[in-house]
């Protein structure tokens, strides 16, 4: 089985305060977020709600994905979730069915 590796969006609520992270383990990450098991800036904020991902097939892409994204102008993180999740539903759901 080939691994891949995923860069997602987290947020609070619709609009609110987002993180960007990167993972090989997507669910296992959520959930971590999701029990505030993650200390720091996630768990202080409540940002845990997964709202965008995408993978990628090695760890090299997914890192600078993600660090474009963490430079990206709030306004085109939104406009991104907006485009692939408009009506802001945690994806967590669907990805652990």
Known sequence: MEKSFVVYIL???RNGTLYVGV????IKR????KNKLVSGFTEKYGVDKLV???QHQDA???IKREKRLKFWKRKWKLDLIEKHNPD????YE???L
Do not use: R
Request: net charge negative.
């Open 94 to 96: 669907g990805i652990t």
């Open 30 to 33: 959520v959930w971590e977020h």
């Open 88 to 91: 802001w539903k945690d994806l």
């Open 11 to 13: 947020a609070s609520k």
């Open 23 to 26: 993972t090989s383990v997507l």
């Open 60 to 62: 090299e892409n997914a």
């Open 52 to 54: 965008y991902f995408e």
